[in-house]
Structures are given as C-alpha cells and as structure tokens.
C-alpha cells in the first residue's frame, strides 16, 4: 500500500459497520432459550450470508467470516504489526490451548484456530517436537520455552492466567498508535475483571458481559473513526 485514501477508508469502514449487530438484534441472541434459536436469530442479521454457505455448523460458518476479515486485512495493512496485534487473542488461545494440550498427556495435538498470525503448525511443532523456534516471535519463544518445562508443576488455571497476562503484554510491545494502545488498556481492564469472575457460566449474566466490553470497545473506535 503506497499511499492512503481517506475518503476510500472512510467508506470500507461504514461497509463493515453495516455488519454490526442492532440493540434489538443482540437482546434476541442474549435471551435465545437455545443454539438452535440464537442461530435462527443470527440469520436475520447480516451474518445471514455466512450461515447459509455452512448450514450445518454456525461455529464454522462464523470462524469462515472472520478468516475472511483477516485475509482481507492482510491484503490492505502493510504493517504486519497490525496483523499481530488483531491476532494477538487468537495466538494466546493457540498457545494456551497446545501447552494445556501437552501438559495433559494427550497423545497428539488437536487442531488449532487458523486466525492467529504465528501459524498453528509452528506453535504445535515448538511446543510438541521442540523444533521450529526460530518462526515463533522472540517475545514468544522465550516464555514458552520456560512453560514447557514448568508444565509438570504448573497449575492449569496458573498457566491460563499467565498466557492471558501475557497476551496483554505481546499486544502492549505492539502498539503504536493511541488507539492500539487504548484497546490495549480496556484488554488489561478486562482481564483483571475476569479474574474475579472466574470460574465462568454460561448464563445469561455472561452474555451481558461479553456485550458490555463490546459495546466499550466500538465505544473506543468510533471515537476515532470520527
């Protein structure tokens, strides 16, 4: 990308705004006595198009509207710290979810996300076969190198916490700009807040807080957008 187009921007970012949820449209997905009506409430919504290409998985037709979101950044952001920094959530999962994987004896590990921007086989093959660190992030390596040798002491909600904390750290050396870092406040925010609520449910009380760091983040980008 050479140059920027601010009239171009402002208008890709009132398309996607167009996919945001309603009030109404969120309080119908809250209060959905089950899967299948909250499904049937996402398909009145713009998400509609993606569940219909994957009528029989709505985990799967949403994970594919959101790989679609990231190749699309990756083809419009040159700087591939913007790429890590909206990644950042799902490289922490893929990471925690391989460490808890091996610490739990499995006998191979399970399939990762692919919204990630370290790839799911570099994190399996430096976790599992040890090999392959130098494609992981210095700020990575070294902490899961640690890890992996504490894993045998390690508590599994310590190693949880940890990554978490972590993750704020990785997207913190990652920010550039005042809104990145602000995101990165509200993330840390966040997470103090969940260590109080933990262990989770999933109840309706849960939706309500999902729904309010949504609505505190979009709070935080259309302040910018403006």
Known sequence: MTG???????????EWERGFLEDDEFTRLIEAPDAKEAVHTLADTPYGRWLNQQPTSALTALAAHLKDI????????????????VSARYDALNIAGALLDKQAGR????????????EANVIQSAIWQSVGWEKM????????REIVDLL?????????????????????QLSFTPLMREI??????????DEVRRPFKPDEDASLYEREWDER??????????
């Open 70 to 85: 990231h190749r699309w950044l990756r083809n419009v952001v040159d700087d591939s710290r913007v790429i890590q920094f």
């Open 137 to 144: 992030p210095e700020f990575w390596e070294r902490i899961i």
């Open 107 to 118: 006998k191979e590990p399970r399939p990762l996300s692919q919204l990630g921007s370290i």
């Open 4 to 14: 920027f187009d601010t009239a171009y921007s402002i208008g890709v970012i009132r």
């Open 152 to 172: 045998g002491t390690i508590d599994r909600q310590d190693l949880v916490a940890r990554i978490a904390s972590l993750e704020t750290a990785w997207r913190r």
């Open 184 to 193: 990165n406040a509200l993330a840390q925010e966040r997470q103090v807040t």
């Open 217 to 226: 983040l979009l709070e935080k980008l259309r302040h910018y957008r403006l």
